[in-house]
């Protein structure tokens, strides 16, 4: 079970909004147990959130917020979005979600809005203000905390969890065999490499250069598609040297970045860059950030993007 941890890296606002920490396979085990009182009863049901929070709810909600693009994503995945009464600044996926009215910038809550829209739960996350949820529990609605994902069974425990909380149980093991299935399906494409092409991944781009390490969901990504982080060895999301990445030498950049103009021109010019081989091949890529970076139902998608930029010729058969 992941319990309740803010944590919040001011350099990553933007490529990074939604991550936390957690131990992936506890949490995949636990939210299975989590429910105590199935929703296909009658009366009333609890579900156990990531702040080990009992939240108990009188009937299946009608009307929900979501502070969170992945589990705005997942909602929608499960069948549950047209219930959606208030979203983020960044719900951009699907189209539908752009009609939500915003009611969160993902740093600040506008908690008297919330308040006043009176949904029957709001799905919270974990890089929130504690003292906002504090408010809106105050007020007397049904907050249930997900902890940002940060391993692939996260993803799985977050859609079962949610999936408890709507009464869609069916629907949320579908999901999670669909995601199974479409990694599955990269894995038989990838399982011929016998030599893994090496990888640097950039979500901030220069002068505050940052990449990612273990222990995140995007790591497991990147295992799964059939690559090697060069940073593999690192943890976490931190902070990269110019010196030691050009040390490493990756033969493919992968950038996510996607809020100054050609990241990846600005990639190709940075001055000493030029000894790098993905530099010198012109093995740049950009990827959509949104896939890669949230934990939600579209990992599977971000898995196959993954593998299909760096063995293109293993798609082409």
Same mark, same amino acid.
């Given at each position: 079970?992941?319990?309740?941890?803010?944590?919040?890296?001011?350099? &990553?606002?933007?490529?990074?909004?939604?991550?936390?920490?957690?131990?992936? #396979? !506890?949490?995949?085990?636990?939210?299975?147990?989590?429910?105590?009182?199935?929703? @296909?009863?009658?009366?009333?049901?609890?579900?156990?959130?990531?702040?080990?929070?009992?939240?108990?709810?009188?009937?299946?909600?009608?009307?929900? +917020?979501?502070?969170?693009?992945?589990?705005? #994503?997942?909602?929608?995945?499960?069948?549950?979005?047209?219930?959606?009464?208030?979203?983020?600044?960044?719900?951009?996926?699907?189209?539908?979600?752009?009609?939500?009215?915003?009611? $969160?910038?993902?740093?600040?809550?506008?908690?008297?809005?919330?308040?006043?829209?009176?949904?029957?739960?709001?799905?919270?996350? $974990?890089?929130?203000?504690?003292? !906002?949820?504090?408010?809106?529990?105050?007020?007397?609605?049904?907050?249930?905390?997900?902890?940002?994902?940060?391993?692939?069974?996260?993803? %799985?425990?977050?859609? #079962?969890?949610?999936?408890?909380?709507?009464?869609?149980?069916? @629907?949320?093991?579908?999901?999670?065999?669909?995601? !199974?299935?479409?990694?599955?399906?990269? !894995?038989?494409? $990838?399982?011929?490499? @016998?030599?893994?092409?090496?990888? %640097?991944?950039?979500?901030?781009?220069?002068?505050?250069?940052?990449?990612?390490?273990?222990?995140?969901?995007?790591?497991?990504?990147?295992?799964?598609?059939?690559?090697?982080?060069?940073?593999?060895?690192?943890? *976490?999301?931190?902070?990269?040297?110019? @010196?030691?990445?050009?040390? =490493?030498?990756?033969?493919?950049?992968?950038?996510?970045?996607?809020?100054?103009?050609?990241?990846?021109?600005?990639?190709?010019? =940075?001055?000493?860059?030029?000894?790098?081989?993905?530099?010198?091949?012109?093995? +740049?890529? &950009? &990827?959509?950030?949104?896939?890669?970076?949230?934990?939600?139902? =579209?990992? *599977?998608?971000?898995?196959?993007?993954?593998?299909?930029?760096?063995?293109?010729?293993?798609?082409?058969?």
């Amino acid at each position: 079970m992941k319990f309740f941890n803010k944590k919040w890296m001011a350099p &990553l606002a933007i490529s990074l909004l939604l991550v936390g920490c957690s131990d992936g #396979e !506890q949490k995949a085990t636990n939210d299975t147990d989590s429910k105590t009182n199935s929703t @296909e009863e009658s009366g009333p049901y609890t579900v156990v959130d990531d702040r080990g929070q009992e939240v108990t709810f009188e009937e299946v909600p009608e009307k929900i +917020v979501s502070l969170q693009p992945s589990n705005t #994503e997942i909602l929608f995945e499960l069948g549950v979005g047209d219930q959606i009464i208030g979203a983020s600044e960044y719900d951009t996926y699907p189209e539908e979600a752009l009609k939500i009215e915003r009611v $969160t910038d993902s740093m600040t809550v506008n908690t008297e809005r919330i308040i006043e829209l009176n949904p029957d739960v709001v799905f919270a996350y $974990t890089t929130g203000e504690e003292a !906002q949820i504090d408010q809106l529990e105050s007020a007397g609605l049904k907050v249930f905390v997900i902890q940002s994902a940060t391993s692939i069974n996260d993803v %799985y425990g977050d859609i #079962e969890q949610m999936a408890e909380v709507m009464g869609v149980e069916e @629907e949320g093991k579908q999901v999670v065999e669909d995601i !199974q299935s479409q990694i599955a399906a990269v !894995q038989e494409k $990838t399982k011929s490499i @016998e030599q893994k092409k090496k990888v %640097y991944f950039e979500i901030s781009p220069a002068p505050d250069i940052w990449s990612i390490g273990s222990g995140t969901f995007q790591q497991e990504m990147i295992e799964a598609a059939g690559v090697e982080n060069i940073y593999a060895d690192q943890q *976490g999301w931190f902070a990269v040297t110019e @010196e030691d990445l050009i040390t =490493r030498n990756p033969e493919a950049i992968v950038s996510t970045v996607n809020y100054i103009e050609d990241p990846k021109g600005e990639i190709l010019a =940075r001055e000493g860059w030029s000894t790098i081989s993905a530099v010198q091949n012109k093995e +740049v890529y &950009l &990827l959509n950030a949104d896939i890669m970076d949230r934990p939600g139902p =579209r990992i *599977g998608e971000a898995v196959e993007m993954i593998a299909q930029t760096i063995y293109p010729e293993l798609f082409n058969e």
